[in-house]
Every structure is written in structure tokens, then in C-alpha cells.
């Protein structure tokens, strides 16, 4: 098993900065007695089809607007057709704080996301090369990381080809990317297993949860 460094800040692209181990063990676990509760909620984890017909790997339950390839709804038309669950506030102010921490206390206190995409990643699950273009707003996107550690690809803006850059993202790390990079080329192509701490309540795989703001009424 590898060792990841944990404290710091690292600036990935202009824009884009790489916070590990920034939430600590209890936190941690918090999150993901959250993300079992909301998996268990009004809208299910399911994997989303893309419109060529494929499914993806990771099942996703979202909160505050479900999404679905490419749009956001208040109702999960795809898992049955329930109101998805509201973002509370606390993990809302979880992601002013993150934020201020990668840029600055100002873009911290002004941030107000109202959807999180919550995604479980088993041993055989990838992401795809993806921009998140479907929200009205290019405010930032804040990502937390629970459970198996990953390798994180963050690309360019042109392409989902080269360059880009490889993290290996361990529980607790946080990213967060906009500005420049907020619409950077990013995936998943590979989950580390048995790398999760223990005692997180998380047996296998990984959850991701990722902060935006749609700019939808």
C-alpha cells in the first residue's frame, strides 16, 4: 500500500488546487453516514445512461437537483420520477470552507452551491474524460474525497487528450477547481483497493461528492 502526503496545498492548475488530507477521521466518517442516508433516501443510487445507451459505472444520488445526462431536474425522471433530497446547509458551508482554504476567504464566503453529486465507485468502476458543463454557472466545483484512494487525471479545457496531470487522491483529500481550469477535461481512470482507512464505516470503493452551483431558479 502506498502513503500520500496529507496537509499542504498544491496548485494543479491555475485555478485548480489540491487539498489532501483536509478533512480529518471524524469528518470523514460523518460524510459517509451521510451518503448512506442519502442513498437510502426519496431518489436511489443508480448508474445514469448516456445517450449513446451506455450505462455508466458509478452510481450517483444527488441532492438539491438530480442530474442526468446533460440536465438538471428537481424530480429524478430516470429513478423513478421522487424529488431528490434538499443540500444542507452544512455541507453547503463545508464547501465555503474548502474553498476558502484552495483561493481565498472572499470566494469562500461568496459561495452558495445548491446541487452535490454523490459517486460510488466500486474496485471496477471508472470516470471518463468529462467537462462539467451542464450548470448555468462557472462558479467553482468542490470536490470531496471518501474511501479508496484514486488516480485523479485533471486535463485542459480544449480536449480530453494530453496534457493533463495525474493525482492519486486518498481519503479526506479535497479538490477544487475554477477560474481558468473550471472547465478542465477530468476522470477517473483507476481506483486503488484496500486503500481506505479503517474505521470509516466504508468496507470497499470509493464516494466522491461533488459541490455546484447550477445557476438554476
Known amino acids: 500500500m502506498f502513503t500520500l502526503p496529507t496537509g499542504g496545498r498544491r496548485e494543479i492548475a491555475p485555478g485548480a488546487v489540491h487539498l489532501p488530507g483536509w478533512l480529518d477521521a471524524g469528518r470523514q466518517r ?3 453516514a451521510a ?3 442519502w442513498a437510502d433516501g ?3 443510487a443508480r448508474a445514469a445512461r448516456l445517450p449513446n445507451g451506455h450505462r455508466m459505472s458509478v452510481r450517483t444520488v444527488c441532492l438539491g437537483w438530480h442530474w442526468r445526462p446533460y440536465r438538471y431536474s428537481r424530480t429524478a425522471d430516470d429513478a423513478g420520477g421522487g424529488r431528490v433530497a434538499p443540500l444542507p446547509e452544512w455541507l453547503a458551508a463545508l464547501g465555503r470552507s474548502a474553498l476558502a482554504e484552495a483561493w481565498d476567504a472572499a470566494s469562500g464566503a461568496a459561495y452558495a452551491p445548491d446541487a452535490a453529486l454523490v459517486n460510488f465507485y466500486d474496485d471496477a468502476a471508472r470516470m471518463g ?8 454557472s462557472a462558479a467553482p466545483v ?4 471518501l474511501g479508496d484512494a484514486c488516480v485523479f487525471r485533471f486535463g485542459n479545457d480544449r480536449t480530453r487528450n494530453r496534457p493533463w496531470t ?16 473550471r472547465f478542465a477535461f477530468h476522470g477517473v481512470p ?7 482507512p479503517e474505521g470509516l464505516g466504508l468496507d ?3 464516494i466522491n461528492i461533488t459541490l455546484r452551483h447550477t445557476g438554476l431558479s
Open 30 to 32: 460523518e460524510l459517509v
Open 35 to 37: 451518503c448512506r442516508a
Open 42 to 44: 426519496p431518489v436511489p
Open 129 to 136: 474524460m468529462h467537462q462539467d458543463r451542464d450548470e448555468r
Open 142 to 145: 468542490v470536490s470531496l474525497s
Open 166 to 181: 495525474d493525482l492519486e487522491l486518498a481519503s479526506g483529500d479535497v479538490v477544487v477547481f475554477g477560474g481558468p481550469s
Open 190 to 196: 483507476r481506483i486503488w483497493p484496500g486503500t481506505a
Open 204 to 206: 470497499a470503493g470509493r
